[in-house]
Nanobody, 122 residues
Framework: QVQLVESGGGLVQAGGSLRLACAAS????????MAWFRQAPGKEREFVAG????????HIADSVEGRFTISGDSAKNAVYLQMNSLKPEDTAVYYC???????????????WGQGTQVTVSS
């Protein structure tokens, strides 16, 4: 099993930045594809960014490309989502997720964190 805990969410003004962290634990978490999803009220959960724990095959959603980056720190067992130039449209609950095969469909993920709220004010 893999346990995931997100942190770093909060309230930020448009144009500002936040860095979300996902702390992972479990027997074989380093074998998983790690991804960030977000879900705004009334909308489907959408893929934001993902990468294998090794750092390969990094994928960034078109909606955030150029503003968000994903990275990992193996020493801290953590995956990060750096969010710059935030827009009100980025307001959502952000979730860390993991599976063993990658993909951008939330239904394909086995493990999820509890989510962290990101609110961007104008």
């Amino acid at each position: 099993q893999v346990q995931l805990v997100e942190s770093g969410g909060g309230l930020v003004q448009a144009g500002g930045s936040l860095r979300l962290a996902c702390a992972a634990s479990g027997r074989t978490f380093n074998m998983y594809f790690m991804a960030w999803f977000r879900q705004a009220p009334g909308k489907e959960r959408e893929f934001v960014a993902g990468m294998w724990w090794t750092g390969s095959n990094i994928h960034i959603a078109d909606s955030v490309e150029g503003r968000f980056t994903i990275s990992g720190d193996s020493a801290k067992n953590a995956v990060y989502l750096q969010m710059n130039s935030l827009k009100p449209e980025d307001t959502a609950v952000y979730y860390c997720a993991a599976n063993r095969r990658g993909g951008s469909d939330y239904e394909g993920y086995d493990y999820w964190g509890q989510g962290t709220q990101v609110t961007v004010s104008s």
